[in-house]
């Protein structure tokens, strides 16, 4: 088998205006979905996120890849290397290493290939599924009133429940349990988690609270400011928390901060900032900066590597998880292929998939049940992609004008000369 041709087809889905720790979400959020086409015409699909330097770095690799054996993926990663340069994460909630991005769309596509080329899901060719569906939690932020782009649902005055709540503007405790209990109730989720870094951390605890009063102890809660508050806020807040959080993300930056702020809170801390690669795990090790690490495999480069961290979580009692992006379908069939071959327990994974929902590139849409998604058994991501929707979100691509994720300009729009801090409480 050979590959043959690789279509690389940048997209922009709606989103919300969503509030994070760098400012506001864009109308759009942007992807870039990635084909491999075999000699004998069957595709495998990835997707990761966008922006014009990712796409860049991948239009180089996919030509360098042309004529490769998908089988072969050493030989493939090893092609790729020669033109990887140093990437950095960056001080953002997001992560801007573009080669990293680039090896786990490569990977993905070859995998779905693979899988579509023998008939047997992904998770078969990473050694088997261990479990027959995936849990993930409600993922909540605060938000002016909105829901993105052109086809905002605040337009349908007749919307209810999740549609209505993902228009209305969520900027107190009293908007963030309302935004919970719809998105509970649409989807299921048993567990919820916040996004802060927005407002004080008196206020965002208030939230926390909120939230336990609306769905008791039985429902695990998460609060992550995205590493924006100073080591004392952190203990601070985190006290207050004491035997409410299931985890605390990212409450301080870097691995040093973070373990100053474990050593003084019986709190499992989780990071998806301050250990975000093989290089950083030691350091993670020696100083014990976090007891949970949230995987992605979009950012650790991809199924294998993301697999390989998790034996390094299981021989040094790590925790383990999945971070998530403003996502469509093609991520999130992957995700679930790589949580169902992932030996570990896991915390339910987070997903941004409520925010993007309705506006998928999937034929067949995956569904949420009691907040959980089926392993579909289907060949390789078990998914079909709509070729007219992927159209039809390039062409919303070329419209929208966007090309690099920026939050801070978005913040500016309204509230003028704001600018984003590493370190802001």
Not at 179 to 197: N, P, T, V, W
Request: glycine share 8%.
């Amino acid at each position: 088998m050979r590959i043959a041709d690789c279509h690389i087809t940048p997209v922009a889905v709606p989103d919300p205006p969503l509030l994070n720790a760098a400012g506001l979400h864009a109308p759009y959020a942007l992807r870039l979905i990635i084909e491999l086409v075999s000699a004998d015409g069957i595709s495998g699909w990835g997707e990761i996120p966008g922006g014009e330097s990712t796409h860049a770095a991948l239009t180089q690799a996919a030509e360098r890849i042309i004529g490769a054996d998908p089988w072969q993926l050493n030989a493939i990663f090893a092609r790729i290397d020669q033109l990887a340069k140093p990437d950095e994460r960056g001080a953002t909630p997001w992560d801007n290493r573009a080669w990293v991005h680039v090896r786990s769309a490569i990977e993905v596509a070859c995998y779905d290939l693979l899988g579509k080329t023998v008939e047997r899901p992904a998770a078969d060719l990473l050694g088997g599924a261990v479990r027959d569906s995936v849990p993930f939690a409600a993922y909540l932020f605060y938000k002016r009133a909105g829901a993105g782009g052109e086809f905002g649902f605040e337009c349908d005055p007749s919307a209810s429940g999740w549609k209505a709540a993902r228009a209305e503007a969520a900027l107190d405790p009293a908007g963030i349990v309302a935004q919970a209990q719809a998105m509970c109730s649409h989807y299921g989720f048993r567990s919820i988690k916040l996004k802060g870094g927005v407002f004080s951390p008196d206020a965002e605890v208030a939230a926390i609270l909120a939230l336990r009063e609306a769905f008791g102890p039985d429902v695990p809660l998460r609060l992550d400011p995205n590493a924006i508050w100073r080591v004392d806020t952190a203990i601070e807040a985190g006290k207050k928390l004491a035997g409410v959080l299931e985890y605390y993300e990212d409450p301080a930056r870097g691995q040093a901060d973070m373990a100053a702020v474990a050593r003084a809170l019986d709190i499992p801390l989780a990071t998806n900032m301050c250990t975000t690669s093989f290089a950083d795990l030691p350091g993670s090790i020696q100083q014990q900066s976090e007891a949970i690490i949230l995987s992605d495999h979009h950012f650790w480069g991809g199924f294998r590597a993301s697999l390989d961290l998790a034996r390094i979580c299981r021989v040094f009692e790590r925790g383990l998880s999945m971070h998530s992006n403003s996502h469509l379908g093609i991520s999130l069939a992957a995700m679930v292929q790589l949580a169902a071959a992932t030996p570990n327990e896991l915390y339910d994974c987070d997903t941004h998939y409520p925010w993007q929902d309705g506006h998928d590139l999937l034929v067949k849409p995956l569904q949420f049940e009691n907040g959980s998604v089926a392993v579909r058994r289907g060949p390789g991501l078990g998914i079909e992609v709509d070729r007219e929707r992927l159209s039809q979100l390039h062409q919303q691509y070329l419209r929208c004008g966007l090309t690099e994720r920026n939050d801070e300009i978005e913040m500016q729009k309204i509230e003028p000369g704001w600018k984003f801090q590493a370190t802001r409480w």
